[in-house]
């Protein structure tokens, strides 16, 4: 496999999303069957009218998010709707813009414009789609609360 580009923004997988209709009991389940441990409180963020938790496996170095509509109004209450599941791909990238710029480029269809997060310390957030429908969601590096940086101090900062 060829080194990307020098032109292309490196991509790291951060968390891959999940839509559930309770947090709680999805949480229960992932960490008594699969060893999963609650690396988050649940978080509401309005913006994405969604409540979140992140939980991580030991030693791995990405999340599972467990995303459920904040209110019957939420944008995520169809897809929940139609049985939830596999929600999204967040990756981490450096320079948020210039990896928007990148997938715009590529074909990918933005959904959104970089937007602060409640979940990452107001570290931007913005979303994509693929011709396959896929969701893609981008969060820029740096310091706070759910960074890949911060797997190297134990997790959660």
Avoid at 47 to 65: C, I, K, N, Y
Avoid at 95 to 110: N, Q, T, V, W, Y
Avoid at 143 to 149: K, R, Y
Wanted: hydrophobic share 45%.
């Amino acid at each position: 496999m060829s080194a990307p580009a020098m032109d292309t923004p490196v991509f790291t997988l951060h968390h891959t999303g999940y839509l559930v209709a309770d947090i709680e009991k999805a949480a229960s389940s992932y960490t008594g069957l699969l060893g999963y441990r609650i690396e988050s409180p649940v978080i509401e963020d309005p913006v994405q009218t969604a409540h979140v938790q992140f939980l991580r496996l030991p030693g791995a170095d990405s999340w599972l998010e467990l995303i459920s509509p904040a209110s019957e109004k939420s944008k995520l209450s169809n897809a929940l709707s139609k049985g939830g599941g596999l929600h999204h791909l967040c990756y981490e990238v450096a320079d948020i813009e210039a990896a928007c710029a990148h997938l715009r480029a590529g074909g990918m269809f933005p959904l959104a414009s970089p937007v602060a997060a409640a979940a990452f310390s107001g570290r931007k957030i913005a979303w994509f789609m693929d011709e396959r429908r896929l969701l893609i969601e981008l969060v820029e590096a740096g310091e706070g609360d759910l960074s890949l940086a911060s797997l190297a101090d134990g997790g959660r900062r």
